[in-house]
């Protein structure tokens, strides 16, 4: 339309995954019209290196439908993305769907990790599936399961170590899944950030948890739905926040508390 002025427009290509498995990297690749994703065997003892909180770092791959398993609290589930041009909320996203990331974790004294809302036990009583910002029935869920050491279940450095842990195996994958050229796409959604002239302003408040101790919630991180360079709202005092649309569906929040 001729009164719209398009301020910024943000490509999300979807690449969807048909397999998980064990493997000698962690990668993301393409077989005939398929995608399947790789995990590298004992990938869990480079995570475990990263931080010296870390009693043990279990990883385990679930197929589609395998929801009936105890699980720890979980601190967030969240798709592998990648920024392929642009910065996040405008340019190119590569994202992976069909297999999701849940992270889960509990401390020797047997504290659940961020334990707000008491999500551990049987996973599939504590996960409604087949939701936004959930797996459906038909996704690979890569389960990453952290003990930490006694008192850090509470502390805000406890978490952030259990989260920036997933980076060591996620960051491979998105080298892969950056690569991906124009056409590979399973799926391409486009989004404008638009201004209409003269007409109404829509702004959508949204309350995120940043308590001081352990509920921190980060907002622009470096990849989409990442960890890495993401800045905490703990440490901005709780102020307001400003996000365009497409920032906040870019993934420009992630949860750290589940």
Not at 53 to 77: A, C, Q, R, W
Not at 81 to 94: D, F, M, P, R, Y
Not at 109 to 135: L, Y
Request: include cysteine.
């Amino acid at each position: 339309m001729a009164d719209e002025i398009v301020m910024r427009q943000l490509t999300i290509r979807s690449f969807h995954c048909d397999k998980v498995e064990w493997g000698n990297e962690n990668a993301f690749k393409k077989d005939g019209s398929n995608y399947s994703m790789t995990l590298k065997k004992g990938i869990e003892d480079e995570m475990k290196k990263s931080s010296d909180l870390f009693e043990n770092i279990t990883v385990k791959i679930l197929k589609p439908g395998e929801h009936h398993i105890k699980i720890n609290s979980v601190m967030d589930v969240f798709p592998v993305s990648v920024k392929a041009l642009g910065k996040l909320g405008e340019g190119i996203t590569h994202t992976i769907t069909g297999a999701y990331v849940m992270l889960t974790g509990v401390d020797t004294a047997g504290r659940q990790i961020c334990a707000f809302g008491n999500s551990d036990g049987w996973m599939d009583e504590k996960v409604t599936f087949n939701q936004p910002g959930t797996p459906s029935d038909d996704d690979f869920i890569i389960l990453v399961d952290v003990l930490i050491k006694d008192g850090y279940a509470t502390k805000r450095i406890g978490p952030d170590a259990c989260h920036a842990a997933c980076e060591i195996m996620c960051d491979p994958i998105r080298v892969f899944l950056k690569k991906f050229r124009d056409g590979d796409e399973s799926e391409r959604h486009v989004y404008k950030d638009v201004i209409h002239p003269g007409k109404k302003k829509v702004v959508v408040v949204k309350l995120v948890s940043g308590q001081g101790a352990m509920y921190d919630t980060h907002y622009m991180p470096k990849d989409p739905s990442g960890f890495t360079d993401g800045r905490s709202i703990i440490d901005s005092v709780g102020s307001p926040i400003i996000l365009s649309a497409n920032e906040y569906r870019d993934g420009a929040l992630r949860c750290l508390y589940g």
